[in-house]
Structure formats: structure tokens, C-alpha cells
């Protein structure tokens, strides 16, 4: 009898392992896929935010694109005392590393931060849309210092040029007087992206270990991605791959004409690029949308080669990007960060 128990016992955990449907209720638990039905609701504009303060267009360097917007959590607001300027933001002089001193000092406030890359085939998109905007208050409702940015976009200018701006704000959020002026803890910051702004969110993830300007190693605690492409190589073209419609939104993203002749394409691709030292991850990818469910899947495989913690989310339907985030997906995003920073 007991055998029989542990034999029972043994097949749920496999069906849970394997990603069997799943209550839209439950949180996400450790590493683990699952699979959820999903309201049409976007949750977070369906709410009225009180005590949530946003300090609009807060520039990071001197295009007039790189700008951001912070959602403070209620009950706090900037030391403007502190608060960055267009001249510091902008000044090669602030781009020099801080000493020892000055980051263990900095690593002393208190609230976890999260930085927001929004969507639209890295051509188009807004921090200041509803939508975005009201993910950026939910998030702070939660307790997130909130950093929603805007980035350089191609065809005008392509691929590294988005990326190396969302790392530049990044850099931007590590700097002393950023900690220091919205009250954040430099070892409780995570990152968060939809669409191409969920591919931009995994590169900085995979690649933060390239980056020693405002810390030693790892900045990244924690990754949401929601419809992030992650592979951008000749992969897409497949049968199984992304629309010819979408492959050309790539191509001009990449400044390639073809994708035989890109190397861009593997620079750009998540896939190619994960290390031990990546942050745990939570991908939302829906089940019927544009961007092909191979693609969070197996990122999802790779993470989980090099012992990357990963709670997979596949949601039914087409819902693409922060269109996942229903009242139960927002739950589950926040508890993962949550879990993650603290």
C-alpha cells in the first residue's frame, strides 16, 4: 500500500513537471513550466493607484529618447536634493566607476527596484502608453521603485543601439546618486520587458556579467519576460518560425538584408548568450501568439542547462506581451520578483 502511495505521488510531481494545466490562482513555486487560462483583462489598467507618484522623463543620457520614468511606491518620493540631472546624466565624467567605498555605501537603501523596457518590434512603443504605464504603477503598488524607459529605436537606429541604451539606464539606476535619491537597494534590482522589450530584458540578464562600470559581477536579480524573442538567427525562417512580416521587423532591428549574412542575429539572441552567472528567470509566453512558443521554451531549456532557476508560464491563447498580465499573471510576476528581491 505504501508502495502504491509513493508510486501515486511520484506521477503527480511528473505531471506537474511536465507542465500540466494548472489553477490560475496558484503562485509560481521554485523551477518549474506550467500551463494557465488567462482573463482578457490587462489587470493593472484596471486599477485606480493612490499614493503612487511618477516622475516623468528623468533623461539617463543626452538623446532625447533616453529618457525614463520612475513609479514610486506610495508613501515615498525622490530626495530632490539628490535627483539626477540632464547635465549628470549626460557628463562622460558620470560615467566613471565609483570607488569601493562609494558602492558600499550606495548599496544601503532600502527598496527593491525593477527596470521596464517596453514593447514594439524595437521600431515603435512608448513608456508613457497606458499600458505601460499602469504596469509601471502596479508594479510599484507592489513595492517596486520603478525605472519605465524609453530607447532608441530602429530602422533609424539599429541593433546594438537599443540595447546599449537599456544598459546605459541601467548603469544610470547603479549609480550613487540614483540609489540614493529613490532609497534603492543595489543588491535587490530586477528587470522586466514584453515583446522586444522581453528580448532586451533577457540580453541584459545574459550579458551583465560583461559589465564592471558600477559593480563587480552580477547586477541582475531577477527577470520577467513576456513574449521576449530569444532567437533572432536563421531559426526564425523554419516552418515553425516567426511571420515574413516579422522576419523584416528583425531584419531592420539587426541592419541586416538577409539573415544568411547577420551576425548581429546571435549578438542579439538570449539563446546564445546565458552563462551560470544569469539571474533566476519567470517567461509569460502565450500559446497561439505571434511570436512562436518554441522560442521561451527552449531559452527556457538552455537557462535550465546552466542551473538557472526558470518558472515557465504558458498561457492559452494569443495574448502577446503585458496582454498576459490578467489579475492572476500580475500576482504571479510580483510574487516571483517578490520572491527574488526581497
Known amino acids: 500500500m505504501r508502495s502504491g502511495r509513493r508510486t501515486l505521488l511520484a506521477l503527480v510531481a511528473a505531471v506537474v513537471a511536465l507542465g500540466a494545466v494548472a489553477s490560475c490562482s496558484s503562485d509560481p513555486v521554485g523551477d518549474e513550466n506550467r500551463t494557465v487560462t488567462a482573463d482578457p483583462v490587462i489587470y493593472p489598467l484596471s486599477l485606480r493607484y493612490h499614493g503612487i507618484d511618477v516622475v516623468a522623463d528623468v533623461p539617463y543620457g543626452s538623446d532625447a529618447l533616453q529618457r525614463l520614468d520612475v513609479c514610486l511606491p506610495a508613501d515615498s518620493a525622490p530626495d530632490t536634493t539628490t535627483t539626477p540631472t540632464a547635465t549628470a546624466a549626460a557628463s562622460p565624467s558620470a560615467s566613471a566607476a565609483p570607488d569601493a567605498g562609494a558602492l558600499e ?41 520603478t525605472f519605465n524607459v524609453d530607447y532608441r529605436l530602429a530602422p ?20 550613487p546618486t540614483t540609489l540614493s535619491t529613490y532609497d534603492v537597494d543595489s543588491k535587490r534590482v530586477g528587470v522586466f520587458g514584453g515583446s522586444a522589450g522581453g528580448n532586451l530584458a533577457a540580453m541584459l540578464a545574459v550579458t551583465d556579467h560583461d559589465s564592471t562600470a558600477y559593480a563587480e559581477g552580477d547586477r541582475i536579480r531577477a527577470v520577467v519576460d513576456l513574449s521576449g524573442p530569444t532567437n533572432l538567427t536563421t531559426r526564425s525562417t523554419d516552418a515553425d518560425g516567426v511571420s515574413a512580416s516579422f522576419q523584416r521587423k ?31 528567470f519567470f517567461i509569460g509566453h502565450s500559446t497561439d501568439e505571434f511570436i512562436p512558443m518554441w522560442e521561451s521554451q527552449e531559452f527556457a531549456a538552455t537557462l535550465r542547462k546552466h542551473d538557472v ?27 516571483f520578483l517578490r520572491r527574488h528581491l526581497g
Open 309 to 335: 532557476p526558470v518558472t515557465l508560464v504558458a498561457v492559452e491563447g494569443t495574448a502577446h506581451s503585458i496582454a498576459q498580465l490578467d489579475q492572476a499573471m500580475s500576482k504571479r510576476v510580483a510574487t
Open 105 to 145: 555605501e550606495a548599496a544601503g537603501g532600502t527598496r527593491p527596484a525593477v527596470l521596464m523596457i517596453h514593447g514594439g518590434s524595437w521600431s515603435h512603443g512608448d513608456k508613457a502608453t497606458a499600458a505601460y504605464r499602469a504596469v509601471c504603477k502596479y508594479l510599484a503598488s507592489e513595492g517596486f521603485v
Open 156 to 175: 533609424t537606429d539599429p541593433f546594438p543601439a537599443g540595447l546599449d541604451d537599456v544598459r546605459r539606464a541601467l548603469d544610470w539606476v547603479f549609480r
Open 250 to 280: 528583425q531584419l531592420l532591428y539587426l541592419g541586416c538584408r538577409t539573415y544568411a549574412e547577420c551576425p548581429a542575429a546571435t549578438r542579439a539572441s538570449p539563446e546564445y548568450h546565458v552563462t551560470s552567472d544569469t539571474a533566476p
